[in-house]
């Protein structure tokens, strides 16, 4: 059974760092897509950062981008949405979703629909 687990929430102040994780179970992260993305209340959710199955590509959303920074660690089937600078406005639920591809690829996206797999959430409150 796939799984898709998000860690590394909590709260932090306004300038302070997370690290969040994604760490999947159940299928290759090796050959998979992973997006991360958030919902702040009453808002739509959007896209924050992805990275490729390759890991040769990265995108950031253009609120993020400087502070944000996403890698991923093969052997332990972990990918990693390293928060620095963070805002208030950076306040959401942060998802992490998940697509097996079964070969090496330089893409991916904000899209939504492109991923398959797609974890429970983890709070960020930025707050002083």
């Known amino acids: 059974q796939l799984h898709v687990v998000e860690s590394g929430g909590g709260l932090q102040q306004p300038g302070g760092s997370l690290r969040l994780s994604c760490t999947v179970s159940?299928?290759?992260?090796?050959?998979?897509?992973i997006g991360w993305f958030r919902q702040a209340p009453g808002k739509e959710r959007e896209g924050v950062s992805c990275i490729s199955s390759s890991g040769g590509t990265t995108y950031y959303a253009e609120s993020v981008r400087g502070r944000f920074s996403i890698s991923r660690d093969n052997a332990k089937n972990t990918v990693y949405l390293q928060m620095n600078s963070l805002k208030p406005e950076d306040t959401a639920n942060y998802y992490c979703?998940?697509?097996?591809?079964?070969?090496?690829?330089?893409?991916?996206?904000?899209?939504?629909?492109?991923?398959?797999?797609w974890g429970q959430g983890t709070q960020v409150t930025v707050s002083a």
């Open positions: 159940g299928f290759t992260l090796d050959y998979s897509r």
């Open positions: 979703a998940a697509r097996e591809i079964y070969y090496s690829s330089n893409y991916c996206s904000f899209k939504e629909s492109e991923y398959t797999n």
